[in-house]
């Protein structure tokens, strides 16, 4: 891999060549292409003083985790163990939290892959999917459904002109509609 900040996903917005749909087989071909270059973190970002989240991977990471399509609830990283358990609270001090916090500051886009995940509407149904781009509207701690803090964004995804609806890879029926509106 070159390291231009394309290639190295050190850049802000989208990455050239990739436009919002496509779709990778691999984390290591999203590291390849420079969408999101972290192989086992949800976020890739710069926690300087003018840095910011470049994108996040939403995925069966984390159970607080709510996947609205255009709207997310994502929470951040750390506080687990080995295992993937929530163990303790996670900070703003940590660095890739910082990160997507200083987004929210600064409202620079950040870029949105999904991966598979069961019980999200909007996951592909195996890979993953560059999503197009979102903005970090709130950063704020919540407790999590384990009882622990939890570093928690709000995003909003940012309509852009020839951009179409984010695909889903389920027929919604009453009941799934039922389960979803209470959160389960």
Known sequence: MSST?????????????????????????????????QR??????????NGGAFSIC????YEDNID???RIAYVGSGGQDRNGDQV?????DHLPNRALQLSCETKRPVRVVRGKNETSFY????GYRYDGLYVVDEAYMKRGKKGFQM????????????????PTRRLLTSKKLQK?????
């Open 40 to 49: 086992q973190a949800g976020i890739h970002g710069d926690a300087s003083e």
């Open 180 to 184: 979803i509106a209470r959160g389960k």
């Open 58 to 61: 939403l995925s069966e990471g």
């Open 123 to 126: 996951s592909p149904p195996e």
């Open 151 to 166: 570093c928690t964004f709000k995003l909003r995804r940012i309509q852009e002109e020839g951009i179409g609806p984010i």
């Open 5 to 37: 900040p394309a290639s190295t996903g050190r850049m802000y917005g989208h990455i050239p060549g990739y436009p919002v749909g496509s779709t990778f087989k691999t984390k290591e071909e999203l590291w390849r292409a420079g969408v999101h270059v």
């Open 68 to 70: 609205g399509g255009e």
């Open 88 to 92: 303790t609270d996670q900070s703003f």
